[in-house]
């Protein structure tokens, strides 16, 4: 009687004959139309709480398996599986929600890395300026003066460098260990201080020396390979916690690391030199900074400096040993070599034309080699001065290149700023400022301001106006 019951509300809930392939021989069944003929049936179905109907239908051998069967298709609580279904769904939802706060740190480095792109566009394009070299008279720059200011520095200063992302932002590392932040105020023009940061590495070494990340936020620093020391530091100066983290790679493997130099390309990585003749690149990876030593026995002698050209993936390195080598990345090779009169001391790629790159050597009256990439082992121009307080040329004496490729600026033994127009063709200074009462160690060109910021061995910090 049950069955014959289900059969009813079957026929009653599809309103159609749906599943006439599956039960078209009983679905005829006359006896379900004979239902209504035995009356002792509706009188059962007021004893439904008898038990004994239903333990002879299940006696019952052919139709009970099947008719069992078919309300198993048309359960209603198949109706309601559906609505189990849907939950999973949202469930998996769930489950990409932490990837996608996840995803939501990517976007984060993204944007960070979206910067160096930026800053490449911001860039200026490409000018031939080699065809102008030497070939023209110099053009005077006029100093309206200058204004000295403290540095705060207890010991001689080291290392000056300018911000990428802001000019206005200058820092200054010293042998006493601090690293201090200065802002130009245009009054004056002067500058004013804005905090140190405690730089000294585990073993108390000072910074050998310094460089910003293209970002404009982080200063990184490098010190030495002995005594198992902390090889590189890097913090925000901009934040206000300002710490410093030592990172756990140490590559070199002994002496003082002497140069590290961002390269111009996307992908954030910079370039160390040091002592042990090795020149390593390190590489942005995973919220984390890899090492990988490009080459170690094409120099003889202490890498003294390291840059990187910008129309292409190639790492120039100078050392003392007198070579001059162009590392290819992406070929894993060396591209070319050079060997010149004089021990270098630093490599400056020009702003301007990508070709172009200065060699700062210790021969003094021709201290700055002017090189074409492309020319490989060929001078483009050399100049320098003569020194009156001394003969010798110290590693700590650094140039800058204006921000339109043509002026060179250089410290001196001597306290003054010497300053080279490469389109004059003569090897002197086109002019010399008087700017500091001990030597000069370097002199910076502001990218947006006619500026000239300048550290000496006096402890103060120069800045200059010209026009």
Request: contains cysteine; charged residues 25%.
């Amino acid at each position: 009687m049950k069955l014959e019951e289900a059969q009813s509300r079957l026929a009653r809930f599809r309103d159609r004959k749906p599943a006439p392939s599956r039960s078209e021989p009983k679905l005829p069944t006359p006896p379900i139309q004979r239902d209504p003929k035995p009356s002792p049936p509706p009188n059962q179905r007021d004893l439904k709480p008898s038990p004994q109907p239903p333990m002879p239908e299940k006696k019952a051998p052919s139709p009970a398996p099947q008719q069992l069967a078919r309300p198993q298709l048309v359960i209603p609580g198949t109706s309601n599986r559906p609505a189990p279904r849907p939950e999973p769904m949202p469930g998996l939802k769930k489950a990409a929600a932490p990837s996608s706060s996840s995803s939501g740190a990517l976007p984060e480095r993204s944007r960070k890395e979206e910067k160096k792109p930026k800053r490449k566009i911001e860039q200026k394009e490409h000018q031939n300026l080699i065809p102008n070299v030497k070939k023209s008279s110099a053009t005077v720059l006029k100093f309206q003066g200058g204004n000295l200011v403290s540095s705060q520095h207890r010991r001689k200063l080291r290392c000056l460098e300018l911000c990428p992302a802001n000019d206005q932002l200058v820092v200054i590392s010293a042998l006493d260990g601090l690293v201090t932040l200065w802002q130009v105020e245009t009054r004056g023009p002067s500058l004013s201080f804005r905090g140190k940061t405690d730089f000294f590495s585990p073993k108390h070494r000072w910074p050998e020396d310094i460089a910003w990340h293209p970002d404009g936020e982080t200063i990184f620093a490098v010190y030495t390979a002995d005594n198992d020391d902390s090889q590189v530091s890097m913090t925000n100066l901009i934040s206000g916690q300002r710490k410093v983290t030592f990172l756990p790679e140490k590559p070199h493997t002994k002496g003082i690391i002497n140069n590290i130099s961002f390269m111009p390309w996307s992908d954030a990585c910079f370039v160390t030199g040091g002592s042990d003749h090795a020149v390593i690149i390190w590489e942005d990876k995973d919220d984390s900074w890899k090492t990988k030593r490009l080459h170690k026995d094409f120099h003889s002698s202490a890498v003294m400096g390291v840059a990187g050209l910008q129309q292409k993936k190639t790492i120039l390195s100078v050392g003392c040993d007198k070579k001059i080598i162009g590392f290819d990345l992406s070929a894993g090779r060396t591209e070319f070599k050079n060997l010149i009169d004089s021990k270098c001391m630093s490599v400056l790629a020009n702003p301007c034309d990508f070709n172009l790159y200065m060699v700062q050597t210790g021969a003094p009256g021709r201290q700055l080699r002017l090189f074409d990439v492309r020319l490989r082992q060929t001078e483009v121009h050399a100049f320098g001065w003569k020194q009156e307080s001394s003969e010798s040329q110290s590693a700590l004496i650094n140039q800058s290149w204006s921000p339109d490729g043509w002026y060179v600026s250089s410290g001196s033994a001597d306290p003054v700023i010497q300053i080279f127009d490469i389109r004059h063709h003569g090897q002197n200074p086109c002019q010399s400022v008087q700017a500091h009462q001990k030597r000069v160690f370097k002199a910076v060109w502001h990218q947006t301001l006619p500026y000239l910021t300048s550290i000496s061995s006096d402890l103060n910090i120069g800045i200059h106006r010209y026009s």
